[in-house]
């Protein structure tokens, strides 16, 4: 009789930075073939908490596929040290330079940037400022800044419109504008972080093209891509990135915090790696 060696356990750690100390999850790759390394860019504010159970689950996946996998928690976000209040975009760039540096010392082979919903705007961002091609795998991704804190502004309308109370005084978005932090779900967002997350773009680096996996999730019976993917898309294709999109039936997990898995999102993201690493079929 043959057992199956045990899974390596995640290693938990505290990077430190500059300006404090990141908590981290390292899945060390399984098997005897290393098939790459990748960095996981979680999404904004509460999505984090939303999606951890699912960027678990896939991470371990990844791992056991022969993958060195890195997750981090941003500055000001889940268990590493700072306040959101004080967080920028820029800071959270430069968190996940340090995680790049940092993974590229304890892992081999061809790098991926995975993120989720704005962590997607940040893995593009990072993709321009490093010196070595890169992959990346997107996970329902945002198409720019603007429209995620859009996004998050309109939770507080939310609040509000179930509160018994009427809204009162300036809306979050007046009160960022004329350089003051608002208060929205549960979140203080600073004025700075709102500009630079506003700026950010999904647009293909300017370093050489790779592979794209794009993944999206769907309530639908019959899951398609939007027109504004596919559009997205075309852009990609055009810069010279080898594309693989695909819509999946499946909960929006990233909306409620809950126990909802997405087994066909992690499967359809092992399958895509795996064609990514395989040779190309000679005509």
């Known amino acids: 009789m043959s057992f199956a060696p045990p899974a390596a356990l995640p290693q938990p750690f505290f990077l430190a930075t500059g300006s404090g100390k990141r908590f981290c999850l390292f ?10 390394c990748v960095l996981y860019l979680h999404p904004f504010a509460e999505e984090l908490n939303c ?22 928690d941003l ?9 959101f209040v004080d967080a920028t975009w820029e800071a959270w760039l430069q968190d996940a330079r340090q995680a ?3 993974l590229r010392e304890h892992a081999s082979g061809p790098l991926w940037l995975w993120g989720m919903r704005a962590g997607a705007l940040l893995a593009t961002a990072l993709a321009n400022d490093l ?7 997107l996970w329902q991704p945002a198409v720019s800044g603007q429209q995620q804190l859009q996004q998050f502004l309109r ?22 504008d004329n350089g003051q932090p608002a208060d929205i779900a549960g979140y203080t967002l600073s004025p700075a972080l709102a500009r630079g997350l506003a700026a950010a773009r999904l647009e293909p680096p300017r370093s050489s093209p790779g592979q ?46 809950g126990t909802d898995d997405a087994p066909a999102l992690v499967e359809a993201t092992l399958d895509a790696l795996a064609k990514a690493a395989a040779p190309a079929t000679p005509p």
């Open 212 to 257: 794209l996996v794009w993944l999206e999730l769907s309530a639908q019976v019959e899951p398609a891509l939007s027109p504004a993917s596919e559009k997205q898309l075309a852009v990609w294709r055009d810069a010279g990135w080898a594309v693989s999109a695909q819509a999946l039936s499946g909960p929006l997990f990233w909306q409620t915090v």
């Open 155 to 176: 939770l507080h309308t939310a609040s509000q419109w179930l509160g018994a109370g009427k809204a009162s005084g300036q809306t979050p978005a007046q009160m960022l």
């Open 51 to 72: 999606t951890r159970r699912v960027a678990a689950q896939q991470a371990r996946a990844l791992a056991q596929a022969g993958y060195g996998v890195l997750q981090m």
């Open 100 to 102: 790049h540096h940092w």
């Open 131 to 137: 010196g070595e091609p890169c992959h990346l795998l």
């Open 75 to 83: 500055s000001g976000c889940g268990d590493s040290e700072g306040h």
């Open 27 to 36: 899945h060390p790759a399984q098997g005897n073939f290393v098939r790459g």
